[in-house]
């Protein structure tokens, strides 16, 4: 990661912001860690899941529950570059303020549209997305597992999917629980031992008449 560090009068507080974000990736408790080959093969692992089943289309619209360090999200909008756009949605405003900010001062060429919401106030269109992902530790933080899944399937259009990626500490069945209790169809699922987890794709049909 290469950086331009500013100092003086051209430091901005957003700049320090950003400035400390990517020092934090590299500090001596998250650094080793991020660095690390499994952590790299997991980002790995996810992307190639998504990445395999994901049929980009002109205007079509993904979004994302739970932003966190924005490297997933940044993922998407170079996947739909040129093709679709990315809708990122996190409670923290300040995640949003600086994740936004930072895709600015990166020249992402296809910046996501960021919210800060609460997904279980249900604040957003439903049928809104194409697709719609979500990482296991959202839901988990969401303190409401079975309301923050439903909460992001309203959000996906008929005929679109969702893709729910977790580790093992929760057990997949929980998930099939979830998606069998509300009808939801599991059209593919994976699991790799390395990285601990489990990735469903996950297909919204609903009935007509």
């Avoid at 590299?26 to 790995?44: F, H, Q, V």
């Avoid at 020249?107 to 960021?114: D, E, K």
């Avoid at 009808?183 to 987890?197: F, H, L, P, R």
Wanted: aromatic share 12%.
């Amino acid at each position: 990661m290469r950086l331009t560090i500013l100092t003086g009068k051209f430091m901005t507080t957003m700049d320090e912001r950003l400035l400390g974000y990517y020092l934090a990736c590299e500090d001596s408790e998250a650094g080793p860690w991020n660095r690390s080959p499994r952590s790299l093969y997991i980002e790995y692992w996810t992307r190639a899941f998504i990445a395999g089943r994901i049929r980009p289309f002109s205007g079509m619209q993904v979004c994302n529950v739970g932003i966190g360090a924005g490297g997933w999200d940044n993922f998407l909008c170079d996947l739909l570059d040129g093709i679709g756009r990315v809708t990122s949605v996190d409670i923290d405003r300040g995640i949003c303020e600086l994740f936004r900010y930072r895709q600015e001062r990166e020249g992402h060429r296809n910046p996501s549209t960021v919210v800060c919401a609460d997904i279980l106030t249900d604040s957003l269109t439903a049928s809104s997305f194409d697709v719609v992902t979500v990482i296991g530790s959202t839901v988990r933080e969401s303190g409401n597992y079975s309301g923050c899944l439903s909460s992001c399937w309203r959000l996906v259009r008929n005929g679109g999917f969702m893709m729910y990626m977790d580790f093992f500490r929760t057990p997949s069945e929980q998930f099939e629980a979830w998606a069998a209790s509300g009808g939801a169809v599991i059209e593919e699922y994976a699991q790799d031992n390395t990285v601990s987890g489990y990735a469903s794709w996950v297909r919204r049909e609903d009935s007509v008449g």
